[in-house]
């Protein structure tokens, strides 16, 4: 059968033969068995309803196997045999192009060598799941092959609940995932969901069929140290020869010293895993691979005299990084961290004076000690960056809950009010003020052709409208703009691209919608393919969480997910191709509401009228509840875009004076 073919079979008519596992596959982890008898009953029940009565008996026995080996019901068997890669858009059986698209990104978030745990349906984060199951996935394909522009198809957390009639401005696919009552949104009732195969964890972008590989990662952080440099520096100064200090070379932390080149600073990284260190030199992540605090000092000090750009992974403990250089009077112009702290007792963050080795065997055996130890080491860690903060350092938190775990550690970390930290965090002080506040966030596109050239032509037409909007920008967004130009002349050097081919940068409304106005004519001209805009859910307006996104929020409204409901919402009816919505994604169930979109460019008229109606909302939307939580930068920015846009007409705060409140209580 032709790979046409199996798509349009959907769940094949003959059951196919029992499948192993490949031996040398990336495994998603096994989960909690955290179901009751009764409840594994129903969740082989509800697995059972994908298949004819006459498969029952056999799957049965599989799928209760699968629920005890993995905790979870996967359907490996149901696996197709064909190769999952982003073929482009031509090469899908398909009635609508839109749809092909779609299919396109779910091929692209499962191609093994994006996601995760391809076998399990994982893009990434461990448990960022794109269906549940392999018959989701059948399923899907083959609706999304059949359906018209006439007919939306609904998803509940990978579940394809159906072909509804709609009509051609309608989204096609409508998504959601892990959506709950807001008091069953424990992480317990997360595994018990899922493994009843109701629920799923959508991550970011990995449920809504957007991600992109390591390029988004690195290019978000190098927005980051950029700015963070940009805070100390004296005009006329660059991160050349200064220190950029900060730890992990892990899944999303291997992207710093990455980005510290691109920023153009001395980056160090401490990883105290080997294999870790060792894969991001091997990847070229990383320039200099050394194991020795003494010769790290040597070379950092030639690094300063000679204001180089590099970057150095160190094989140790962070701590004694701190530590030392303190003694030396290394001074650290940025510091950071990006060790696990989010899951600080199994391995997430790994205690000083004690080796890697034994900290495993401590983590396994003497689980109590080893978290005595890691409250010690972050006491220690704290205080050391302390010494450096007095100095002048400027230290922020990396949304790794670093400042939380330290403070709950008993390390001196707070404020003098006793409530907030002595540090901010990135997005409360980088990206919050800096980038989203102006509108400014990680919008991508994905050229469907699959070719280089059109990549290529593309990085050029963004180019060259970025530098145009520059031209007459104000002031305030002068620097974002420069730091895009700069990143899309570099972008294709960089050799990013992994799986389609895929870029991004982070614009505001004006830049997002003349790029991709600029797109859909060079694509009505025949000079490039179709082109799949969209942007991760780390965003402006589409996520609503109290401690990223919205963490420089200061109404007492960051705890609410007004904003991300509206623009999903919002976006479905203004033209969005498809749109989704998740609970958790980064920061974990129940901790988060993210959405995000995807937008189909064919060069017509109504893509045109579509990208413009869509993407304005898309990022005005959250700088006007940014506006109204009185922060200055989107106050400017929301009164900037009504005076260009008459049939906007947004709420302004009005700003109380300090003395009426004090005088009050
Ligand atoms: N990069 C971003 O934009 C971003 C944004 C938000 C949050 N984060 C957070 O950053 C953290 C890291 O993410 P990840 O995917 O890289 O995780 P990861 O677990 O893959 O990597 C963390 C690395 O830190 C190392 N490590 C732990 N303790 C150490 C110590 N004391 N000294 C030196 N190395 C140590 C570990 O060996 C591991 O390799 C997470 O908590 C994540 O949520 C990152």
Redesign the pocket.
Known sequence: MTFKEQILQGIPSNLPKHKSYPKDANRAPKRKDILSIEEKQLAIRNALRYFPNKWHKELSIEFAHELQDFGRIYMYRFKPDYDIYPRPIQEYPAKSHQAASIMLMIQNNLDPKVAQHPEELITYGGNGAVFQNWAQYLLTMQYLANMTNEQTLNMYSGHPMGLFPSHKDAPRVVVTNGMVIPNYSNPDDWEKFNAIGVSQYGQMTAGSFMYIGPQG?VH??TI?VMNAFRKILKKGETPAGKIFLT??????????PKAGNIAGCITIA????PK?ATKRYEQGWVDILIDSMDELITRVKIAQKNNEVVSIAYI????DIWERFDKEDIFVHVGSD?????IPWT??????DTS?EESNILIAEQPELFKEKVQA?LRR?AASINNHTTKGTYFFD????FLLEASRAGADIMAKNNIDFKYKS?VQDILGPMCFDYGFGPFRWVCTSGKTEDLDKTDMIAMHVLQEIMENSPEEIQLQMQDNITWIKNAKKNKMVVGSQARILYADAEGRIKIANAFNKAIAAGKIGPVVLGRDHHDVSGTDSPY?ETSNIYDGSKFTADMAIQNVIGDSFRGATWVSIHNGG??GWGEVINGGFGMFLDGSQEAESRLKNMLFYDVNNGIARRSWARNDEAIFAIKRQMERTPNLKVTIPNIVEDDILKSLF
């Not at 391995?347 to 000083?352: A, E, L, M, Q, W």
Request: proline share 2%; hydrophobic share 30%; no cysteine.
């Open positions: 990662i978000g952080t980051t730890a992990g070379l892990g899944g999303m932390s291997g992207a710093q401490a990883e105290v895993n870790a140790g403990n962070i701590v990006q060790t696990s702290l989010h391995g997430g963050y790994y205690p000083v890697y080491s860690h990396y949304g790794n809950a990135y990223r980064g920061v």
